[in-house]
């Protein structure tokens, strides 16, 4: 009796060990990148394409000047080639940590640039004028320091980022995706974001949901701008 005891006792203390350290939980990372090798990259391009065009026509709007750009999480790096397009587009660059999505990337576009690099850890040689990402930040554990980590390191003054996230807390459909996928996610509310945005130093913050329809809260979508400073 007491040997059961002892080795339910045992599972039990694992199992907490396991919860409180997450370490049952698989890196974003590793999970996209089997995405990227079983193809599913090219589903989720389609499925956020409309959120994305929203996004990016908010981050291009009134842009008179060549600029340049990052796309944080960038996947396959179909949102960077989006930006190549755009006739003022000076650099336009991706970043992402799954090894399948970056070698995809460059598959597609010898001649972009596509970065492999773990965030919050990687950061730009320099800072860009338009920084855009869909679907990426709150699988970090920490997103709301990292907002500071971007407005101070990766963006010049006056320039203007946007952000695009399926999963937050307004959106209940999506509460169950880091069971399902077994990740780890931030789950924010939207003031939680905008709050962030603006404890980092931008202004100017935006909070809309785009594509909502019955029981979908759709994309939410924030965008700021990094004041310019004297
Ligand atoms: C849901 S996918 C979105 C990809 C792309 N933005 C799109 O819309 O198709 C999230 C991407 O973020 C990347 N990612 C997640 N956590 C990351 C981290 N800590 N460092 C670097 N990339 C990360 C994943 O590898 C994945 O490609």
Same mark, same amino acid.
């Given at each position: ?29 590793? +999970? ?21 065009? *929203? ?43 799954? +090894?399948?999505? *970056? ?24 800072? *860009? ?32 980022? +946007? ?68």
């Amino acid at each position: 009796m007491q040997g059961i005891e002892c080795s339910f006792r045992h599972a039990y203390i694992q199992r907490q060990a396991l919860l409180d350290t997450g370490m049952n939980q698989r890196k974003a990372t590793e +999970v996209f990148h089997e995405w990227a090798e079983k193809g599913k990259d090219a589903g989720m391009e389609r499925g956020h394409a409309p959120s994305v065009d *929203v996004m990016l026509n908010l981050l291009l709007e009134g842009i008179d000047k060549p600029f340049s750009a990052i796309d944080i999480g960038c996947g396959n790096g179909w949102v960077v080639r989006k930006f190549a397009e755009h006739p003022l587009c000076d650099n336009a660059s991706g970043i992402d940590g799954a +090894v399948a999505m *970056v070698e995809k990337a460059r598959e597609i576009d010898p001649n972009g640039t596509y970065c492999l690099g773990q965030l919050p850890e990687w950061s730009p040689e320099q800072p *860009v004028d338009l920084i855009h990402s869909m679907e990426c930040l709150y699988y970090l554990k920490q997103p709301i320091d990292f907002l500071r980590n971007i407005h101070d390191n990766w963006m010049k003054s006056g320039g203007k980022m +946007v952000i695009g996230m399926d999963h937050y807390k307004e959106n209940p459909e999506s509460h169950d995706w880091p069971q399902s996928l077994n990740v780890h996610m931030t789950t924010l509310s939207i003031d939680t974001w905008v709050k962030g945005l603006e404890d980092a130093g931008f202004e100017d913050v935006k909070a809309i949901q785009t594509g909502a329809k019955e029981g979908w809260n759709g994309t939410l979508v924030l965008s700021a701008i990094k004041p310019h400073r004297p």
